[in-house]
């Protein structure tokens, strides 16, 4: 006898699940009618090891890919744009009508040997035993978040899992779409920030000592100015003291990789998270630009979430675990404790101001009219559309603002540079008394 899994339905409608041992899937089937459920689904379970019913050795399915040799080997998590080309294709395949786990086989085929390919694989084995689809994905956190898994059991609960999953891979490339405008926007003023600290470090650790030399010749008294730029210089190349052990240089070139690990260091604390994302939404321009790319973010997410059919409080939950802020992330737990006491969506959003008074009549008018979710996705849009000028107004004002900067810097090294030789020229052309 074989051991079955199965799904079926109850006298009053409610899901049911468990094993029964039969010689086929018909006998399964009558087993289960036996007991009285409605079979759904019926599946044979797949034997784990030891020996089946002749005396040979079972050969399971992950006996025969190791028999095959199919090494695959990943490392690190699954990139949202393969995350959403999946989910679009899954989409397509659930409304043609193809069995879950044939949708999920062929996409696993399809894929290359990466991290995602080795989660299909496990998610096609969990569906296979009997499994819902959001069950297996839960497995495998580090592909499918809470947000995702929780719209997936909504799409099954409904009936409906070709349009939530279309719903979720629209939702994914819009979020996608807003983050490659913000970093498109900032790679520019990034690279000449870089090259113009490269080229000032270059010319701290092989111009100026050649100027000081020079300097030392003639003898002559420096300014201010000029010694603060030797000094720099010999830090630059380490030989400012004899106890400098590592140059300037170095420090330099590690100073980005240096600031990135403190600050990741800084908001792996409760405190450290909330003073950083208390101070950078107080910045001016860069503030304003991260405060209305989180009431997108969150807006959506919330949005996405309701039209799914997750329960409004669970919905609130995911949406403040995955908001990304500790700004709104407080304004969402008070408006989770709100709604749970049966209050408003709109009141504690008001008082926490953390976003613009249009958003809350909007979402208090949603409420009303029984469109949260409707106008939680147009306050994204519009919010979406006034990210891209805050991006523009952004980088109108970091390129005067880095043109004054190298300027002035540029103007230091002339200055200090040329005052000295001003003054040797002068001694130089002087008549002797």
């Known amino acids: 006898m074989s051991n079955y899994t199965y799904e079926a339905m109850n006298a009053s409608g409610k899901s049911q699940k468990g094993n029964v041992e039969a010689n086929s899937a018909d006998e399964a089937a009558k087993k289960i009618r036996e007991l009285g459920f409605f079979p759904t689904a019926v599946r044979e379970q797949k034997v784990k090891g030891g020996f089946g019913e002749d005396g040979k050795k079972a050969v399971t399915r992950d006996a025969k890919k190791k028999k095959g040799f199919n090494l695959n080997l ?6 949202t744009k393969k995350l959403t080309l999946f989910t679009r294709q899954l989409s397509t395949l659930q409304d043609a009508g193809l069995p879950l786990l044939r ?27 009997g499994e819902s ?6 497995k495998f956190p580090r592909c499918f978040d809470r947000l995702y898994c929780k719209m997936v059991a909504a799409g099954e609960v409904g009936g409906v899992l070709d349009t939530i999953l279309q719903r979720l891979a629209d939702f994914m490339e819009k979020g996608q779409r807003l983050k490659r405008r913000i970093t498109g926007a900032l790679i520019y003023p990034i690279v000449v920030i870089l090259i113009a600290v490269a080229i000032v470090t270059g010319i701290m650790y092989f111009v100026i000592p050649k100027f000081q030399d020079i300097f030392e010749d003639f003898d002559v008294e420096l300014p201010g100015l000029t010694v603060f730029l030797i000094d720099a210089s010999k830090w630059v190349a380490g030989t400012s003291t004899k106890d400098q052990a590592i140059p300037g240089a170095i420090w330099i070139a590690l100073s980005p990789v ?20 208390h101070i950078i939404i107080r910045i001016p321009v860069i503030g304003t630009l991260v405060r209305k790319t989180a009431v997108a973010r969150f807006t959506r997410t919330l949005g996405t979430l309701i039209a799914a059919g997750v329960p409004i409080l669970e919905a609130v939950l995911i949406t403040r675990d995955t908001s990304g802020n500790y700004v709104f992330e407080k304004a969402l737990t008070k408006v989770h404790d709100s709604i749970r006491e049966g209050e408003s969506f709109a009141t504690p959003l008001r008082e926490s101001k953390v976003v613009d008074a249009i958003v809350v009549n909007m979402i208090d008018v949603g409420e009303e009219t029984g469109d949260l979710d409707l106008m939680l996705m147009k306050v994204a849009d519009n919010y979406d559309e006034e990210v891209d000028v805050a991006v523009a107004s952004l980088l109108s004002l970091l390129e005067p603002f880095m043109v004054v900067v190298l300027g002035g810097i540029v103007l230091m090294i002339v200055l200090a540079l040329f005052l000295p030789l001003v003054s040797m020229i002068e001694s130089v052309s002087s008549p002797k008394k």
Do not use: W
């Open 74 to 79: 990943s490392f690190g998590g699954v990139s």
């Open 103 to 129: 949708s999920l086989q062929i996409l696993e085929s399809q894929q290359r040997p990466s991290s995602l390919k080795t989660t299909l694989q496990g998610v096609c084995e969990s569906v296979e035993s």
């Open 133 to 138: 689809l959001s069950e297996a994905m839960q």
């Open 258 to 277: 240096l600031i990135f690990l403190f600050f990741k260091l800084i908001r792996k604390t409760e405190f450290g998270r909330a003073a950083t994302d």
